[in-house]
T-cell receptor, first 120, second 117 residues
């Protein structure tokens, strides 16, 4: 159980275009999803937290107008990189968590396989 | 504020040797602690977690970790390394309180494990 998928696994786009990345929880209801960015040989940097049906909460320094996050259902969150530029090239990883019985948020985040974005 | 320090960005062991990856944390309350493994070009897979139950936690692939409050440590060990263990390992911490933004994970910088034949 607790499987998270991401699509696409890798994408190459031209500078100035927008790219949408999907994150899905396959076998549980993900009330909260997280989006991370990872640079080569570095740790994960949290970009934003999204709760289903609410606006995402962005970390300091992350441009909310550039990285649009939508979490419209309990199984799907999307990250759209708008007007992508080469400096946006990175590995983007989502994670998800959901409630245990009784509504308490479980302690574990389950991660997707990541999306490699290359902007030319 | 919470923080995680992983001592050694790169650990190299021989196949069959003991694996020891170090993680120290800083937290104002006993935290939840996690070890994740990342293979090249993949996401993170949960190895094991400590959530205030038994201090010695067993995970997948023969890994285990021991929570030591006095040392603020949560080191990851495996008695005998296998070639397939070569990967990046991340230690992470979060507050046990689920309110507000306490569910956020704080990651260490990672330790790359290489296993030599």
């Amino acid at each position: 159980g607790a499987v998270v998928s991401q699509h696409p696994s890798r994408v190459i786009c031209k500078s100035g275009t927008s790219v949408k990345i999907e994150c899905r929880s396959l076998d549980f209801q993900a009330t909260t999803m997280f989006w991370y960015r990872q640079f080569p040989k570095q740790s994960l940097m949290l970009m934003a937290t999204s709760n289903e049906g609410s606006k995402a909460t962005y970390e300091q320094g992350v441009e909310k107008d550039k990285f649009l996050i939508n979490h419209a259902s309990l199984t799907l969150s999307t990250l759209t990189v708008t007007s992508a530029h080469p400096e946006d090239s990175s590995f983007y990883i989502c994670s998800a968590t959901g409630p245990l019985a009784g509504g308490v948020l479980q302690e574990t985040q389950y991660f997707g396989p990541g999306t490699r974005l290359l902007v030319l | 504020a919470q923080s995680v320090t992983q001592l050694g960005s790169h650990v190299s062991v021989s196949e069959g040797a003991l694996v020891l990856l170090r993680c120290n944390y800083s937290s104002s309350v006993p935290p939840y602690l996690f070890w994740y493994v990342q293979y090249p070009n993949q996401g993170l897979q949960l190895l094991l977690k400590y959530t205030s139950a038994a201090t010695l936690v067993k995970g997948i692939n023969g890994f285990e970790a021991e929570f030591k409050k006095s040392e603020t440590s949560f080191h990851l060990t495996k008695p005998s390394a296998h070639m397939s263990d070569a990967a990046e390992y991340f230690c992470a911490v979060r507050s046990p309180d689920s309110g507000g933004s306490n569910y956020k994970l704080t990651f260490g910088k990672g330790t790359l494990l290489t296993v030599n034949p």
